[in-house]
Structures are given as C-alpha cells and as structure tokens.
C-alpha cells in the first residue's frame, strides 16, 4: 500500500517569494508521482507528474518539482508565486503498472499575500 | 472544463436517507474513480470502475456502492445517511487502458450535506 504526507497543511508567503511545498511518499513498490492544484469551488487539476526519465519536471505555469528515490521526497516549488497561485495543492501516487488509481496527501493550502 | 459531468451538484438531505450521485466521464475514457473530500480525512478513495468492471476498492463503506453502466457513465449509491458522511464527492475519469500516464481528469464534485 502506498502512503502521502504533506508535512505543511498552510503555507502563507508574500507574492514574488519562493516557495516549497513539501511531499514525502512511502510505498513497497515503483511509483508515479503527481502534483494536483485546486482552485476553490473547483475540482482537482493536474500540475506536473513524474513518470520516467528526468527527475526534475515542470509545469506550464512556473512550478518545478524534483523526484528523490532516495529521501522518497517529491517537493514543489515555485521561485516567485502569484497572487493567482492561491489554492489548494495536492501530491499523490500512484503504483506502477497498477489500476491508476490515485492515493493522495491531505492537502498544502498556499495563500499568497499582496 | 474537464469534461466530467458531475450531478448533482449540491444535496442536502437527512439522515437514514439514499442519495445517488451521477458521473458522465469525459468521452472516450473507460475507467471512472469516485473520490471523498472531507475536512478531517482529506481526498480518500472509494471506488474504481474500468468498462463496467470493478477494478479497484478503497475505504468504501458497506452502506455505499457504485456501478458503472455501458454507457460507460457511473453512479454512486449512499445509503442509511449518517451526519459523518457529508462531504464532498469527486467522480474522475481517465483513460485506463494499463500502463499509467497517471492522468486523471476531475469533475466539480457533489457537495452532499446530511442533516
């Protein structure tokens, strides 16, 4: 079985400061990781995911996240958020050659202040 | 847009009661998942449906089922209602045909509050 931890539920920040939102899994076998962002009054959208290949993946919006095997870890960052970056964000995994479905974390809420 | 179709989307109703949730999945994706988002537990999984099979089962308790019909579109039966299960009610879709591009696609959710 896998798991997900969150280790921050709230994340304040001021706009154009960095930010991370950290994501550990644990898991008895290979798997993809994910990232997913939902906005309020929304359902879940996904932002960048992990499957092979390069450990760094990025998304349109400016978010990189970067897959440690080692530390289990699969941080999101961004170097410089946006007011519009405010929202819910979601990392989850899912087992290689599995059925697909989606095992997340609790949830980070990132709230960028003006 | 995603292209899921979630109905409907708020309820309210009483305990002891059943309620049916209705997903139409995005067109040409066979396998549906049914998600809970609650305050205490987060996003936990249900339930997943693959062209009609079930193919995975998460924390769903006896009182709920699910099934998915040829039309490919599913329906998430809650029963004997409890105040515990108000929540939010995630239907996703992707295409599921093995191997995993991961991606799934959400609906907006049914908000089912119990009263």
């Known amino acids: 079985a896998q798991s997900v931890t969150q280790l921050d539920s709230q994340v304040p920040v001021f706009e154009e400061a960095p930010v991370e939102l950290r994501c550990n899994y644990s898991?008895?076998?290979?798997?993809?990781l994910f990232w997913y962002v939902q906005y309020p009054n929304q359902g879940l959208q996904l932002l960048l995911k992990?499957?092979?290949?390069?450990?760094l993946v990025e998304s349109i919006n400016g978010f990189e996240a970067e897959f440690n095997k080692s530390q289990t870890s699969f941080h999101l960052r961004k170097p410089s958020v946006h007011i519009s970056d405010t929202a819910e964000y979601f990392c989850?995994?899912?087992?290689?050659?599995?059925?697909?479905?989606?095992?997340f974390g609790k949830g980070t809420k990132l709230t960028v202040n003006p | 847009d995603s292209g899921v179709t979630q109905t409907p989307k708020h309820l309210i109703t009483a305990t002891g009661q059943r309620v049916t949730l209705r997903c139409s999945p995005r067109?040409?994706?066979?396998?549906v998942y049914w998600y809970q988002q609650s305050l205490d537990q987060g996003l936990q999984f249900l339930i997943q449906?693959?062209?009609?099979?079930?193919?995975a089962k998460g924390n769903i308790l006896e009182r709920f089922s699910a099934q998915q019909f040829p039309d490919l579109h599913s329906e998430l039966n809650l029963s004997s209602l409890e105040l515990g299960d108000s929540a939010l009610y995630f239907c996703?879709?992707?295409?599921?045909?093995?191997?995993?591009?991961?991606?799934?696609?959400f609906g907006e959710g049914s908000r089912l509050t119990v009263l």
């Open positions: 996703a879709s992707s295409v599921g045909t093995g191997g995993s591009t991961g991606e799934l696609f």
């Open positions: 898991s008895s076998v290979s798997v993809y």
């Open positions: 992990y499957l092979s290949g390069s450990t």
């Open positions: 989850a995994v899912s087992e290689w050659g599995g059925s697909e479905k989606l095992v």
């Open positions: 067109s040409g994706d066979l396998s």
């Open positions: 449906y693959y062209n009609g099979e079930e193919r």
